[in-house]
């Protein structure tokens, strides 16, 4: 069965995405190989489990592609980072440094929360119901 094994997130510069996504999010960097060109492939994973869709942090190129940089999702949330303890990772990410637009609220769908990657992108951690 198909299924997105990878969505391209473009980004400023590697190192400090990866630093964000590793440190402040938890993932784990899958893979970061030097590209011929200048570029790198570079794959991140939340919390190491295979099964999910990774992140490919894609540096922009360009002033099109920079100019997306933080604005994928044209202001609304276009991420959703599932958790199976909100508590624990919603108090990791805020000491983490993380910025939250918001308190947690307690949906009938779950638990949530919105916060803004480095770069401005809106993700909800969710914990669903």
Do not use: C
């Not at 893979?31 to 200048?38: F, L």
């Amino acid at each position: 069965m198909p299924r997105i094994a990878l969505v391209a997130l473009v980004v400023r510069d590697y190192d400090e995405a990866i630093a964000f996504y590793r440190d402040a999010l938890g993932f784990t960097v899958v893979e970061d190989t030097a590209r011929g060109d200048g570029s790198r492939w570079v794959v991140v994973r939340p919390g190491g489990g295979a099964g999910g869709t990774d992140l490919l942090l894609a540096r922009a190129h360009g002033e099109e592609q920079s100019a997306s940089v933080g604005a994928q999702a044209g202001g609304r949330v276009g991420f959703f980072l599932h958790t199976d303890d909100f508590a624990r990772d919603h108090a990791r990410m805020t000491a983490a440094g993380v910025r939250f637009l918001e308190e947690p609220r307690h949906e009938p769908y779950g638990s949530v929360a919105v916060f803004e990657d480095l770069y401005g992108n809106r993700w909800d951690l969710l914990q669903p119901a």
